[in-house]
């Protein structure tokens, strides 16, 4: 009993990805629009994820954070190619600043879905088991 609870342990830890930057609001609120330098945000966050240069000289960083938890669901034979799937979460933060590297703007945005796998997928009906709170 004891190995079989640490496979299954073992494959639920094994079942999460995630990959990025993630910033919360109370990291975001630190930063204040024609104040707040490209220098300081770097140093309060890491290096972005992306980083672009327009051509107005002004400069776009981009924090973009992705999570995917397989459902435990997908590890019980027989039930996983039934109710199978993986529940995905991400978020983009996405800061824009001057020709001087001072804040100008900030956006932000979040999304989540859960994604059915095996005989669940049903040609493109609606999936029901959406990740909510």
């Known amino acids: 009993m004891k190995k079989l609870s640490a496979v299954l ?7 999460c990805a995630s990959s990025g930057v993630r910033v919360t609001d ?15 945000v770097i140093a309060a966050l890491g290096q972005p994820t992306t980083t672009m240069r327009n051509s107005d ?5 981009m924090y973009t954070y992705s999570e995917a938890r397989t459902r435990g669901s997908t590890f019980i034979p027989i039930v996983g190619a039934f109710a199978g799937g993986v529940d995905t979460r991400s978020s983009n933060v996405v800061l824009t600043f001057d020709q001087r590297g001072v804040l100008q703007s900030t956006s932000s945005s979040s999304s989540q879905y859960g994604t059915a796998t095996g ?7 609606p999936v029901t088991d959406q990740p909510r709170k």
């Open 9 to 15: 342990v073992a494959l639920l830890l094994s079942a």
């Open 26 to 40: 109370d990291q975001m609120s630190q930063f204040k629009e024609g104040q707040t330098t490209k220098q300081e």
């Open 57 to 61: 000289g002004t400069t776009m960083v």
């Open 119 to 125: 005989i669940a997928v049903d040609g493109g009906g």
